[in-house]
């Protein structure tokens, strides 16, 4: 019996969030530069979103770039950026065709410009659809995230407009990137690495954490599917007691 005829359509993640990584290390395998495995790494995001929009999941959280990634040899930033550029270009189409809805989150004012125009014409182009919600976080790291979130707090504060003692748990969340989805109920991380690496801290409170030492080029359906059955696996009590969750 494959994964997929395994998966229980009734008992889905609402939002799965990937940290695709091992493009380089697959790349180097290879004999190839780290641009190469970042090439092929697109494929696999094909596949994951085509295998979640197929299987009916809500919100699918890719973890594109992240602000450290700035830090990485110029040469291949300034490859992700183009490939991003052309990739968003030639996708469009299929995610409309597939009723797929794309959002950007991150800090976008450090991104070229021509990634950025492409970005905020994709999302344009997709804001009618229904189905699956694609979000790309770019240029993202989830300390920047709360930082920014304080400051915008703190900001409402000295203005008057929010007062200390309204500041609750919600208060916070309302003040992410995420504002608008559900926080992820499952989160992947391929190429045999246990870091959450900065990604989503606050919202990945309750997730359930998927580890995988497959390389991101070479991350399918299948692998997907493999996840979400060990998700399915898994009992999610939130701090109670088995036997409270059983009453």
Not at 94 to 112: C, E, S
Not at 146 to 155: C, S
Request: net charge negative.
């Amino acid at each position: 019996m494959s994964f997929k005829e395994q998966i229980n359509l009734r008992q889905l993640p609402n939002h799965i969030a990937i940290i695709m990584d091992g493009n380089g290390r697959w790349a180097k395998e290879k004999g190839q530069d780290r641009l190469y495995g970042h090439f092929h790494g697109v494929e696999s995001v094909r596949q994951v979103v085509e295998g979640a929009a197929e299987l009916g999941i809500g919100y699918l959280t890719l973890y594109a770039f992240s602000t450290e990634n700035w830090d990485r040899p110029e040469d291949e930033v300034t490859g992700l950026m183009e490939l991003l550029v052309d990739t968003i270009k030639k996708e469009v189409g299929t995610l409309n065709k597939n009723n797929i809805r794309l959002h950007v989150i991150g800090d976008l004012d450090m991104l070229p410009e021509a990634a950025k125009k492409e970005m905020q014409e994709a999302m344009e182009q997709t804001s009618a659809n229904t189905g699956l919600n694609l979000i790309m976080a770019l240029s993202y790291s989830s300390r920047w995230e709360l930082a920014e979130a304080i400051r915008k707090i703190a900001l409402e504060i000295k203005d008057g407009v929010l007062q200390p003692e309204q500041i609750g748990q919600q208060t916070l969340a309302n003040y992410l990137c995420t504002k608008d989805f559900p926080d992820p109920e499952l989160m992947i991380r391929t190429s045999g690495e246990f870091r959450i690496s900065n990604f989503l801290l606050y919202q990945l409170a309750y997730a359930e954490l998927y580890f995988t030492s497959v390389l991101w080029p070479d991350f399918r359906k299948e692998q997907l599917y493999q996840a979400i059955s060990d998700f399915q696996s898994r009992e999610r009590r939130f701090g109670k007691t088995s036997e409270q969750l059983k009453k």
